[in-house]
């Protein structure tokens, strides 16, 4: 029996056919334009327009050859646009038919930039895309196809940066961008990326990308940048709830030069970090690095008594405190340090031993018992 869903993939590769056998004809043919300047994008947090329905088809622009036509079957309405929307947004079991990737193995160089000019033929149908799961996986496997079409998702990616890094699913073709790309569209992405830094580090999702790309960037010149705006920002980031894991995941990228400028932002904000449940682990992440370790001990000893004892007896800080006595034990050059610390402390051994700073009466008790011996 014929076929008679207009959208099946055999109906798409039919379609695509028609591009091929152009081609034959006059192979010395450029291929269509694809797209035209597209106006500054709206800006971030500004509520977008919604877009147009999907089933209603857009002016193209001048020149734009569609590589799909619109069903000729007389049985439904559905325009290009939604054909696309539909394969690429469709479960997994759907696309295990015909899987997606397969699809797009058998396009050559003309067809699949006509598929990506469709993808990227509107800004918001893209980010529609994106930011569904399947959608934003499809538009992955996209990435690296080639120049032409990496072209067009790094153009409209960076129309709507913010929209597309601070979403879960579409920030995900953003950071598979920065590993694929190279030359001026790498770097057309990490100044978007330096510029937006303390937005992206403040959003719940956008921390996450961004920390994703800060693992990522090959770039020396545009990873400086960024590790140092993160680090010239830990203070205001360590109290945010989404930044403070920018700040953890930079010191857990092991750079000395950023660990310490981190330690220096952080000088004297040491301890009232370590009353937080997040704060206190980028107080322990400090305490572990040579560069930073120092500066958070010493905040310690320097501070007032009671305060000291209250840390030491709180929920998060007494980890804190009972990190910096083992740290500074295990390093001979911080001899100094520790034993500064143990006597800081042992005047509150009594306090200490019924409440949460019990592990540290321990390791004081410990301390003496050797001393004594």
């Known amino acids: 029996m014929a076929n008679n869903n207009p959208f099946s993939i ?113 800004p918001d149908y893209f980010l529609e895309i994106a930011r569904n799961k399947n959608g934003s996986n499809r538009l992955q496997k996209l990435v690296g196809k080639s120049d032409d079409v990496d072209d067009l998702i790094c153009d409209a990616t960076l129309y709507r940066f913010l929209h597309v890094m601070t979403d879960k699913h579409a920030s995900y ?91 220096l932002s952080l000088r004297g904000h040491c301890i009232d970090l370590s009353f937080k449940k997040y704060g206190s682990y980028i107080v322990e992440r400090l305490l572990e690095a040579d560069e930073s370790v120092a500066v958070v001990v010493m905040e310690l000893v320097e501070s007032d008594g009671d305060r000291l004892m209250r840390l030491a007896r709180s929920e998060f800080g007494n980890f804190v405190v009972n990190k910096a006595l083992i740290v500074t034990q295990r390093r001979m050059t911080r001899v100094d340090l520790f034993r500064d610390l143990v006597k800081k402390l042992t005047p509150f051994l009594n306090f200490l031993r019924k409440s949460r700073g019990s592990n540290i009466a321990v390791f004081l008790e410990s301390v003496h018992q050797t001393e004594v011996a």
Not at 63 to 82: H, I, M, N, T, V
Not at 196 to 223: Q, S
Not at 226 to 239: E, G, T, W
């Open 10 to 122: 055999s109906t798409m590769l039919k379609s695509l056919q028609d591009l091929r056998s152009a081609a034959e004809k006059d192979p010395a043919a450029p291929p269509p334009t694809y797209g035209v300047a597209l106006p500054p994008p709206p800006p971030y947090g500004v509520a977008l327009a919604p877009p147009p329905p999907y089933g209603v088809a857009l002016a193209p622009p001048p020149g734009y050859a569609p590589p799909f036509q619109p069903c000729a079957c007389g049985l439904c309405d559905e325009s290009p646009l939604q054909w696309m929307f539909n394969l690429m947004t469709r479960s997994e079991e759907e696309d295990a038919a015909y899987p997606f990737k397969e699809f797009i193995s058998n396009l050559d160089r003309r067809e699949l930039l006509g598929v990506a000019s469709l993808l990227t033929s509107d």
């Open 173 to 263: 073709v953003a950071t598979r961008g920065l590993r694929v790309f190279a030359g001026k569209k790498k770097e057309f992405m990490c100044e978007e990326l330096i510029h937006h830094a303390l937005l992206l580090a403040r959003d719940r999702h956008g921390c996450v990308a961004l920390n994703e790309m800060l693992t990522d960037l090959d770039h020396p010149y545009y990873r400086n940048q960024l590790l140092d705006i993160v680090a010239h920002n830990a203070l205001p980031l360590s109290n945010n709830t989404s930044g403070n894991f920018v700040v953890q995941h930079v010191l857990k990228l092991n750079d000395p030069r950023t660990t310490r400028n981190v330690a």
